[in-house]
């Protein structure tokens, strides 16, 4: 009999978790994968979209072209989990499996920040990168404000990477010396695993004239005065807003009552949850590491590889480290790194390669690479 397997959520996390199981099990395996959209985008796609590089429709990559042994795919809206039965409901049926994955990703709580929605706009969602497409070339000029309203949130270096991607866009206008840019953001430092990182980062803002304001959160906009207000109740005027909403599990998942403190807890060596046969991964559990695609996959291949142990009746996989790379737009065609390591040592560490043209193609090989494995294309 095959083992019956149901991933809710097909994100880095439930891609790389389908292809490993796939790969390794695909003859005895009954996956199906579920997901209310139809297609997939890299994070990072976003300001291509946004800042017209390129079209929406050139950076999806559409999960109707999976074609794995093992796996279907399922475009339907997750009603309701029942993580003690195993068992998900959706708008077209019920899913009984063997194991379950809950990798459905965080979701956006606009609401949560009074204002934002009237006067800011939000550049996390792909529908809020395309409604920017649209805005920014009517921007005149004036004060432009990234500001993050809650943590954790995904992607931490996305608020600096907007900051320095608008300075390029604003210089190719032409209106750079008649605009003030600046980051509010809940960190000290812009990545604070890798102060090298964040030196590179604070070099840069310098250079360019971005002004940096840590340790804040954007509370509230007032959309009669164009001001935002922080935490510490100061404020701030803008012309143009872009805001990193607050982040919150899905409402399906928090209706489970698989959460606690707003997220799922795991065991964070290899991604159990509490309910035997149940894993979650990704950003919408607690483990400990940033909100962030290469996160959700490296748990991935922990949570497959145990699965595929306890099929086997073997010893499960080395614990997950929470090591992971992420790619920083530095603006002027250039790209960085940082690698960071959560749970190795102590604590977090990171290490910083400088802003070069070459990672900018290494960065396309990251996403070359994984459109190929995850979407035969």
């Not at 389908?18 to 985008?41: H, M, N, V």
């Not at 072209?65 to 993580?83: H, Q």
């Not at 748990?299 to 920083?328: F, Q, V």
């Amino acid at each position: 009999m095959k083992v019956r397997v149901v991933v809710l959520g097909a994100g880095f996390g439930g891609l790389e978790l389908t292809t490993i199981l796939s790969e390794r099990i695909g003859d005895q395996l009954d996956l199906t994968l579920i997901d209310k959209s139809d297609s997939f985008y890299f994070g990072f796609s976003k300001f291509d979209v946004m800042f017209g590089r390129k079209s929406s429709e050139a950076v999806k990559l559409y999960y109707s072209d999976i074609v794995k042994p093992g796996v279907k795919f399922r475009r339907e809206n997750i009603t309701e989990i029942d993580a003690a039965a195993k068992k998900v409901t959706t708008d077209n049926g019920t899913y009984e499996a063997d194991v379950l994955v809950v990798a459905l990703g965080a979701d956006y709580n606009v609401g949560a920040t009074p204002g934002l929605a009237e006067a800011g706009n939000e550049f996390y969602t792909f529908r809020g990168a395309e409604k920017l497409r649209g805005v920014l070339p009517a921007f005149k000029g004036g004060k432009v404000i990234v500001g993050v309203a809650g943590a954790p949130f995904k992607c931490p270096p996305a608020p600096s990477e907007a900051a320095l991607l608008m300075h390029d866009y604003l210089i190719r206008r032409g209106i750079r010396d008649a605009c003030e840019i600046s980051i509010v953001m809940p960190f000290g430092l812009p990545i604070p695993p890798s102060p090298d990182s964040s030196k590179a980062l604070l070099n840069a803002f310098a250079e360019r004239s971005i002004n940096f304001i840590p340790k804040k959160v954007v509370k509230a906009l007032d959309p009669s005065r164009k001001v935002a207000i922080l935490d510490d109740d100061s404020e701030m005027s803008f012309d143009l807003f872009l805001g990193i909403p607050k982040h919150c599990a899905p409402d399906v998942v928090v209706q489970s009552g698989m959460t606690e403190n707003g997220w799922i807890p795991v065991d964070k060596t290899n991604l159990k949850t509490r309910f035997p046969g149940v894993y979650a991964i990704g950003d919408v559990t607690s483990v400990g590491t940033p909100k962030a695609g290469v996160f959700a996959e490296g748990a991935a291949r922990i949570a497959a590889e145990s699965i595929i142990a306890e099929l086997d009746k073997e010893e499960g996989p080395s614990p997950y480290t929470g090591a992971g790379i992420c790619y920083i737009e530095f603006g002027k065609g250039q790209v960085g790194k940082v690698n960071v390591d959560f749970f190795s040592g102590p604590a977090p560490k990171g290490t910083h390669t400088e802003a070069s043209e070459m990672l900018v193609a290494e960065k396309e090989y990251f996403g070359s690479s994984r459109k190929a494995r995850w979407f035969g294309l």
